[in-house]
């Protein structure tokens, strides 16, 4: 069964990078045929798209996050990260890991809150 | 961007109700859409993908439909673990859009 886990800190400070990892389990990092995505919902609003990576490194951005955002991916520990820079409390939320086979995403992480505060 | 909207924002309906949810792409993409469930404190489940494939262990009363711009969920009959909030995604182009979101509530 696959699995997708966040993990990272749950509060970051104003102007500070949120960095959180996701540990993929029981699928193959590797395949061609996923892309590896990040997904964010604000307290008690819809979900939003936030970028993915597929197994060789490429890269798709949400525009709205006006170039905040770096995804990466180590095969090696099967994980896949986020990085968004220059936080705000606009940036407070549940940040979602999930598996992307192009037609839709069919395998989710639990969620991680991230509250920007100082 | 491609927009997404959905329709209504929220629903009131009894156990046993049909019940049809609409997504409207502000572009055509083809039969690149799925759905998603989400209930409180979870994570979105995907229910459709292809515009009208029920992902595997979805039950049968779901049923999607559309091509283009229009598409619509359906539930053929409400159950008790049925509401939540819908939500509609485009996989065509990046980013990949999702819609607002329809919360089904119980009447």
């Known amino acids: 069964q696959v699995q997708l886990q966040e993990s990272g800190p749950g509060l970051v400070k104003p102007s500070q990078t949120l960095s959180l990892t996701c540990t993929v389990s029981g699928a193959s990092f590797s395949s061609g045929s996923y892309y590896w995505n990040w997904v964010r919902q604000h307290p008690g609003k819809g979900l939003e798209w936030i970028g993915c990576i597929s197994h060789s490194g490429t890269t798709y951005y949400n525009p709205s996050l006006q170039g905040r955002v770096t995804i990466s991916i180590d095969t090696s520990k099967n994980q896949f990260s986020l990085r968004l820079s220059s936080v705000s409390a606009a940036d407070t939320a549940l940040y979602y890991c999930a598996r992307n086979y192009g037609s839709g995403s069919d395998f989710w992480g639990q969620g991680t809150l991230v509250t920007v505060a100082s | 961007d491609i927009q997404m909207t959905q329709s209504p924002s929220s629903v009131s309906a009894s156990v046993g109700d049909r019940v049809t949810l609409t997504c409207r792409a502000s572009?055509?993409?083809?039969?690149?859409l799925a759905w998603y469930q989400q209930r409180p404190g979870k994570a979105p489940r995907l229910l459709i993908f292809a515009a009208s494939t029920l992902q595997s262990g979805v039950p049968s009363r779901f049923s999607g439909s559309g091509s283009g711009t229009d598409f619509t969920l359906t539930i053929s009959s409400l159950q008790p673990e049925d509401f939540a909030t819908y939500y509609c995604?485009?996989?065509?182009?990046?980013?990949?859009?999702f819609g607002q979101g329809t919360k089904v509530e119980i009447k």
């Open positions: 995604q485009q996989g065509i182009s990046f980013p990949h859009t």
């Open positions: 572009q055509g993409i083809s039969r690149w």
